[in-house]
């Protein structure tokens, strides 16, 4: 018998640690520069991990002591954490699966445009006073000096293969717009501009750059879905092994109390 329930107790151990990556990616999401100022789906990660954690440990305490109730608890409230995991899972891979980079004529790196991107995504940037303070935010970062003492020459610039983040979000006006560069953050006009409203709104003020251009905010949702995706591949490990942990636990309860059954009826037949 202490064996059956060191044995139920370690498995469900196995959830507790199960639940690290989850909070664990939400906290990373947290520590980006775009994440950061888009706070959207960390909590919820660090909080479904965290109800992980915690119901894990219903389930180790009710493993070791042989608590059948709190077993039973256990495995309902964790079939229910595993679903709302799955589709967490899937929710974040459905409205990432959209929004590849665009190559550009004489261009290393990509450009993004903010059609591509799934209209989940594009609601977080176009409602205006989502943006304004999306865009506060991104203002106190130090990517744009930064670039500028790395770049000098047109031609590294145009040769480096950049993050969605310093090719549009703050650097340049989209290719097609014709500007000649000077440096990262500052661009010369052409004589006649292109009727796209992404070069018009271009400016080489420092706090503007291209805040407004919706080609800024496919670069900042380009950098999202990035983040997104790798975040999504260590909570889809972690659903991986609790269906595996459940289904373990199932199986462990249903045996115990099977062999509870047989051995209360050996007891009345003797």
């Not at 006009?189 to 750059?209: A, E, F, K, Y």
Request: glycine share 8%; proline share 3%; charged share 15%.
């Amino acid at each position: 018998m202490p064996l059956r329930n060191n044995i139920i107790g370690c498995i469900n151990f196995i959830a507790v640690l199960l639940s690290i990556p989850v909070i664990g990616a939400g906290i990373w999401l947290t520590t980006g520069t775009v994440n950061s100022c888009v706070m959207l789906l960390q909590w919820p990660v660090i909080i479904l991990g965290i109800f992980i954690l915690l119901v894990g440990l219903a389930g180790l305490i009710g493993g070791f002591w042989r608590i059948t109730w709190l077993l039973v608890v256990y495995l309902i409230a964790m079939l229910a954490l595993v679903v709302l995991l799955g589709v967490l899972v899937g929710f974040i891979y459905m409205v990432t699966l959209r929004g590849s980079g665009r190559p550009q004529p004489s261009r290393a790196y990509l450009e993004y445009s903010l059609e591509d991107f799934s209209g989940f995504l594009r609601r977080r940037v176009q409602r205006s006073y989502k943006w304004e303070r999306i865009r506060a935010c991104l203002s106190t970062t130090s990517i744009c000096p930064d670039l500028n003492q790395r770049f000098s020459l047109a031609q590294d610039f145009f040769n480096a293969y950049l993050s969605p983040i310093q090719v549009i979000w703050l650097l340049q006006a989209p290719t097609k717009c014709g500007y000649t560069f000077v440096n990262a953050t500052y661009w010369i006009s052409p004589i006649s501009l292109h009727v796209d409203m992404d070069c018009l709104q271009w400016s080489n003020d420092q706090n503007t750059l291209c805040y407004s251009c919706n080609s800024c905010k496919a670069g900042l949702l380009a950098n999202l879905k990035i983040d997104w995706l790798e975040a999504d591949i260590f909570l889809l490990v972690a659903l991986i092994g609790l269906i595996i942990v459940y289904i373990i636990g199932c199986c462990a309860l249903r045996n115990s109390r099977t062999e509870d059954i047989f051995r209360k009826y050996k007891q009345g037949y003797t």
